[in-house]
T-cell receptor
């Protein structure tokens, strides 16, 4: 079973920032926070991951709280193509990923 | 740099036949993972392999399913005597390893339909 909890769905206006929260209250010290998304029935797409520090790449930013019990994925300027199911996952490096229900993000014009 | 490749993309089998799903990892990746997604459900881990070794098969059904990742060639997920309940999307992922660059990259999947 997934160890993270996410809201089942969110809406975001096109062009605005999408902030997707995740709680991982049982994360252990050597587990990373990973974010993936799945657009329709395609293969999951890696977005970003981090251990302790905030991270940023060309797709998104990841904010991890100091106690690491929660994180937020930020898509700075959401587009219609960002409509997808977003998953946050705690996992040790190299281990399997346990997918929960994710957050279904709907970007609206 | 080509991504993870899977073939076939769609596979139709009749009950009792065998299904062979192939996965070629990204260049330089020696770790392969297989996941299954049943209709309207989330992805479930099946098996984790490194070259010539099964590292974790805790998610794989004990019967009819097997996986290999030979020294040369793609990883193969084999399902013998398929049943209708095996109809699903099967995704393969690969990664560099267990260091900081340990993210898994997924292929497009193989959609198996059992008639």
């Amino acid at each position: 079973d997934a160890k993270t909890t996410q809201p089942p769905s969110m809406d975001c206006a096109e062009g605005r920032a999408a902030n997707l929260p995740c709680n991982h209250s049982t994360i252990s010290g050597n587990e990373y926070v990973y974010w993936y998304r799945q657009i329709h029935s395609q293969g999951p797409q890696y977005i970003i991951h981090g251990l302790k520090n905030n991270e940023t790449n060309e797709m998104a930013s990841l904010i991890i709280t100091e106690d690491r019990k929660s994180s937020t994925l930020i898509l700075p300027h959401a587009t219609l193509r960002d409509t997808a199911v977003y998953y946050c996952i705690d996992s040790k490096a190299g281990n399997m990923l346990t997918f929960g229900g994710g957050t279904r993000l709907m970007v609206k014009p | 740099n080509a991504g993870v490749m899977q073939n076939p993309r769609h596979l139709v089998r009749r009950r009792g036949q065998e299904a062979r799903l192939r996965c070629s990892p990204m260049k330089g990746h020696s770790h392969v993972y297989w996941y299954r997604q049943l209709p309207e459900e989330g992805l479930k881990f099946m098996v984790y392999l490194q070259k010539e070794n099964i590292i974790d098969e805790s998610g794989m059904p004990k019967e009819r399913f097997s996986a290999e990742f030979p020294k040369e060639g793609p990883s193969i997920l084999r399902i013998q005597q398929v049943v209708r309940g095996d109809s699903a999307a099967y995704f393969c992922a690969s990664s560099l390893g267990q260091g900081a660059y340990n993210e898994q990259f997924f292929g497009p999947g193989t959609r198996l339909t059992v008639l």
